[in-house]
């Protein structure tokens, strides 16, 4: 039986999380070695692993970045995923792509995975368009917002590590007290991408996420209490008193009834935080 699973991106946070957690499922994960635009390249490896699966998860996912360097975004985040599409249609293969809670636009939350989607960004355009593609070759679309800590314990910067980082720094810190989200860990992300594996008919569609709906503020006094020797101070504030003139959306968690359906309740975010601290 198949169980070989390439992952693209396989060094990343998500995805170096995943070539540690599906051998616990039974998957033999496979690190794709190259340009993912390269539809050559990508041909060849696909050809030559057979894999049952491809998860996607490379991708440019800097904001900033993004906007500024539109046409290589769009190279990787679009004619990557087409490549890596099309070469899995080819040896029969699935793909299931990593997505973003960025698709909407923020201003309403408690997204469904039917609901239309409105990008503010170029990188979130980006994924709106590579979420189609997935869906035209009958592949799944994963949309999360990740909480945690590379495997390899390099510091990165995403949210959970840039307030690590702060703490063990004695920074001051100023967090949204009304931006609110239900990210998840990648620790649970992976378990519950190799669940999706298993269903008899992925979704075309599935959002994950904690259970609860806290405000960046909140998630970050939570870390904090990590850290009782930190001296620093948070102070919490709305978006509307960041005058630079730059979108920031409010609203940006998930519904998750349907992957609650197919795997039962999703964890809680205090759950998510001791995995975190567990994995260290």
């Known amino acids: 039986m198949n169980r070989k699973i390439l992952i693209t991106g396989a060094r ?20 794709f070695e190259g340009d993912i635009r390269d539809a050559e390249s990508v ?33 990787v985040n679009i004619e990557g995923t087409r490549s890596i599409v099309k070469a899995t249609q080819s040896v029969g293969a699935s793909v299931l792509f ?9 201003e309403g939350g408690n997204y469904r995975e039917e609901d239309p989607v409105n990008p503010r960004n170029h990188y979130s355009r980006t994924k709106v368009e590579g979420e189609r593609i997935v869906r035209e070759g009958k592949g799944t679309v994963v949309r999360l917002t990740l909480l945690g800590t590379h495997p390899s314990g390099v510091r990165g910067k995403n949210f959970f590590e840039w307030i690590a980082a702060s703490a063990e720094e004695n920074k001051d810190l100023q967090l949204f007290n009304d931006q609110f989200v239900n990210q998840i860990s990648n620790w649970s992300a992976a378990d519950f991408f190799a669940k999706i594996l298993q269903l008899p008919q992925p979704e075309a569609t599935l959002h994950l996420g904690s259970r609860d709906v806290l405000s960046k503020a909140d998630i ?61």
């Open 43 to 75: 041909q060849r490896q696909l050809s030559g692993h057979a894999p049952l699966w491809v998860i996607h998860t490379a991708a440019k996912i800097d904001v900033g970045w993004c906007e500024k360097n539109q046409e290589e975004a769009t190279s």
């Open 98 to 106: 990593v997505s973003t809670t960025s698709v909407f636009s923020g």
């Open 220 to 280: 970050a006094k939570m870390i904090l209490n990590r850290y009782p020797n930190y001296q620093g101070t948070l102070e919490a504030v709305s978006v509307d008193s960041v005058g630079d003139g730059l979108y920031r959306p409010k609203q940006m968690w998930l519904n998750t009834e349907k992957a609650a359906s197919l795997f039962g309740a999703m964890p809680r975010t205090e759950e998510e935080l001791q995995k975190i601290w567990n994995s260290h």
């Open 12 to 31: 990343g946070f998500l995805g170096s999380t995943l070539m540690l957690v599906l051998p616990k499922f039974g998957y033999e994960p496979i690190e």
